[in-house]
């Protein structure tokens, strides 16, 4: 079992920057990947990013990359998604999400992730 839990959502405007973070608990944080997802109202939930067990290996969506760094702190169980430039499209709720299968982090879809947290909102303003 792995419980997640998201903060640093917020209001800011474009090209301002956001720090979320992602709280594990549970299952030996070391052992599987963690991926973003965001969902806009009245769209579907899309990735974001994902990082590997290690760290080693990173993953983005084309949409952020160069603009969005993912990374993780194994020893405070954290992972976190600094975002830069932000754009208005960047505007849904965000999403970290747990991955015991694909521990590589490859996994960009959704189903490839059995733990969800709540979601924190994020807001960019044009």
């Known amino acids: 079992q792995v419980q997640l839990v998201e903060s640093g959502g917020g209001l800011v405007q474009a090209g301002g920057s956001l720090r979320l973070s992602c709280a594990a608990s549970?299952?030996?944080?070391?052992?599987?990947?963690i991926g973003w997802f965001r969902q806009a109202p009245g769209k579907e939930r899309e990735f974001v990013a994902a990082?590997?067990?290690?760290?080693?290996?990173?993953y983005y969506a084309d949409s952020v990359k160069g603009r969005f760094t993912i990374s993780r702190d194994n020893a405070k169980n954290t992972v976190y998604l600094q975002m830069n430039s932000l754009k208005p499209e960047d505007t849904a709720v965000y999403y970290c999400?747990?991955?015991?299968?694909?521990?590589?982090?490859?996994?960009?879809?959704?189903?490839?992730?059995?733990?969800w947290g709540q979601g924190t909102q994020v807001t960019v303003s044009s």
């Open positions: 549970g299952r030996t944080f070391s052992t599987y990947a």
């Open positions: 999400a747990a991955s015991i299968k694909y521990p590589s982090g490859v996994a960009t879809g959704t189903s490839g992730y059995g733990y």
């Open positions: 990082i590997s067990w290690s760290g080693g290996n990173t």
